[in-house]
């Protein structure tokens, strides 16, 4: 039984299954409409006419992004009727309501435990206005505070990454907090859950918490079962059912590790052997992450309660997670996180807010390069007023179709003076912004539709840190080692790949 409910589960998040099984079912609708109702044809397709324009006057009045809206209208004119009713299925979701309803009760709990030192933000203000208004946007908007008491650390490569990880896990005496999109059950999530069970067995309280389709097939379904009768409290957040719903689309993509409230890890890296680089499977991977410690670190414990109260719905005493430890301060550090479920896209606000002010440079890393005319427009502003624009994106992708969509956006960027790389060695799976050695971000934010508007996304600003010049070291480093993307080189892509990646462009936000 528990492989057929696995493979289920498997045939029912597969998209390009659901696309093809939507195309079948059209047709089989319009051939049983044509059969059984041919005298009251145009009646039928006259009802199916009058949803359509209700449907397009609710979107285009919705204050989604546009390029999601538009998606979804070429979808519904399209598959007229079929296109219709799966928007409607999708959005009069209750499921999707009464979890979105009970991550703001969480989210109102967690943000009571942080509070905004005002000599920090004064001190900031004096520094930069412009992070300053980052800073009160982060706070007033979304409940996130600045701090300094905070040593920041940049981990370049996943090996360092996990090194860095397991010999802080093997320090814990408290309490150790785990939120990952993928699990593997492999070496590497053997090593950390070995040293997960040894601190439980010590008496240290282990909450682990994986995204039920990022961890779809890497993890037994009951994973979280076996979890808890080791003793780790254990938690999926927003299991994958065999059907289309609007809650299923909002998975969970970020990285936290919490110890002892004391020490936090945050950044691109998920817990599998491809990001210790200890398998291959597209060429070298290479991803970054940030370790905190200080003040900064509670941001992240409360982060984590968010979505887990959401998912367990337990009643959680936040005072016995805050900590107090005193650290060097190393320049100013705002952890965030960002939401689908309310209408602030911090994350894509955040990496516009650094691209409008820069002055030198903007360097960014993204492996996914799916973006929308306002981004768009941004960077060719920037690099209009002179500013050295640098993208560096995968040699080798992971995903095909998303490879195409980035060619198609190449000619229009490098048109603007936006210099592209292609890291020559394999696939970057970093999410990283640095500009003027002053500002910086390290999270999980792709450049992409889903990063930027439909999952749960988490990063760290950082500004006049010492861990920024390691950042631009290896930013550069990064680019000495990937190819330039040039208008030669775009001529030498495959035809295929640009009318591929216009094509499926239209589509995007949905994918």
Request: hydrophobic share 40%; glycine share 6%.
């Amino acid at each position: 039984m528990k492989l057929v409910k696995d493979a289920i589960n498997k045939i029912g998040a597969s998209k390009t299954l659901i696309f093809i099984t939507l195309i079948i079912l059209q047709i089989v609708i319009y051939v049983m409409i044509y059969k059984f109702l041919s005298e009251y044809i145009s009646f039928v397709f006259g009802g199916f006419s009058i949803i359509t324009i209700i449907l397009l006057i609710v979107i285009m009045n919705d204050r989604s992004n546009p390029m999601y809206k538009i998606s979804w209208i070429i979808l519904i004119l399209t598959m007229q009727g079929i296109g219709a009713l799966l928007y409607m299925y999708v959005h009069m979701d209750s499921l999707y309501k009464s979890v979105k309803k009970l991550y703001f009760k969480y989210k109102k709990e967690t943000s009571k435990e942080l509070t905004q030192n005002s000599k920090v933000l004064s001190d900031l203000k004096k520094e930069s206005k412009f992070v300053s208004g980052i800073s009160n946007y982060c706070f007033n908007i979304c409940g996130y505070p600045t701090y300094r008491n905070t040593e920041t650390k940049y981990l370049k490569i996943g090996e360092e990454y996990f090194a860095a990880l397991l010999e802080e896990l093997n320090k814990a005496k408290k309490f150790i907090l785990l939120e990952y999109f993928i699990i593997n059950n492999d070496y590497t999530w053997q090593s950390i859950l070995n040293v997960l069970l040894k601190k439980a067995r010590e008496g240290v309280e282990v909450k682990v918490m994986y995204d039920g389709f990022g961890s779809l097939i890497t993890l037994p379904s009951d994973y979280d079962e076996y979890l808890n009768r080791c003793g780790i409290d254990a938690a999926i957040f927003s299991k994958v059912r065999p059907f289309l719903a609007l809650h299923q689309n909002n998975r969970s993509h970020r990285k936290i590790l919490v110890i002892d409230g004391e020490v936090g890890f945050m950044g691109g890296i998920n817990l599998a052997d491809e990001y210790a680089n200890r398998v291959t499977k597209h060429g070298h991977w290479k991803d970054t992450g940030i370790m905190l410690k200080g003040d900064a670190v509670n941001s992240l414990t409360m982060m984590f309660f968010e979505l887990w109260g959401t998912c367990t719905r337990d009643k959680i005493d936040y005072e016995k997670y805050i900590s107090n430890k005193k650290c060097e301060s190393d320049g100013y550090v705002i952890p965030y996180s960002d939401s689908p479920y309310d209408d602030i896209n911090l994350g894509e606000d955040i990496y516009l807010n650094i691209i409008n002010s820069a002055t030198d440079y903007v360097y960014i890393t993204t492996p996914y390069l799916i973006i929308d005319d306002n981004f768009i427009k941004a960077l060719d502003n920037v690099s209009k007023r002179g500013v050295r624009v640098v993208i560096i994106v995968p040699h080798i992708p992971d995903k095909k179709y998303v490879y195409y969509m980035a060619n198609a956006q190449y000619k229009v960027l490098i048109e603007s003076g936006v210099e592209i790389y292609e890291y020559t060695p394999g696939f970057i799976h970093a999410k990283m912004f640095l500009s003027d050695d002053k500002v910086g971000v390290v999270g999980s934010i792709n450049l992409d539709y889903r990063s930027l508007y439909l999952h749960f996304e988490c990063a760290t600003l950082l500004y006049n840190t010492s861990s920024l010049k390691d950042i631009k070291k290896d930013i550069e480093e990064t680019i000495s080692k990937s190819t330039p993307v040039t208008k030669r080189y775009l001529k030498k892509l495959p035809i295929k790949n640009i009318i591929f990646g216009k094509i499926l462009k239209l589509f995007a936000p949905l994918m």
